[in-house]
């Protein structure tokens, strides 16, 4: 089995990749998904928080 490191999209822990299964897995909180599921979800987190970035930024947070 080759796997590597993810990080998961429920508990922001280390969760694992399967490459065989092509799917990613968190030992704390169970979480079980497809990669490509993955892949959608991580990159509504990145747009999430470059957003919010923006926001502080429109307000002068920094």
Same mark, same amino acid.
């Given at each position: 089995?080759?796997?590597?490191?993810?990080?998961?999209?429920?508990?922001?822990n280390?969760?694992?990749?399967? =490459? !065989?299964?092509? $799917?990613? /897995?968190?030992?704390?909180?169970?979480?079980?998904?497809?990669?490509?599921?993955? =892949? !959608?979800?991580? $990159?509504? /987190?990145?747009?999430?928080?470059?957003?919010n970035?923006?926001?502080s930024?429109?307000?002068?947070?920094?």
């Amino acid at each position: 089995m080759f796997s590597m490191d993810a990080r998961c999209v429920n508990c922001n822990n280390k969760a694992n990749f399967d =490459i !065989e299964k092509n $799917k990613i /897995k968190c030992e704390k909180c169970g979480m079980e998904i497809d990669y490509d599921e993955y =892949i !959608e979800q991580m $990159k509504e /987190k990145a747009v999430t928080l470059a957003d919010n970035f923006q926001s502080s930024w429109d307000k002068g947070g920094f």
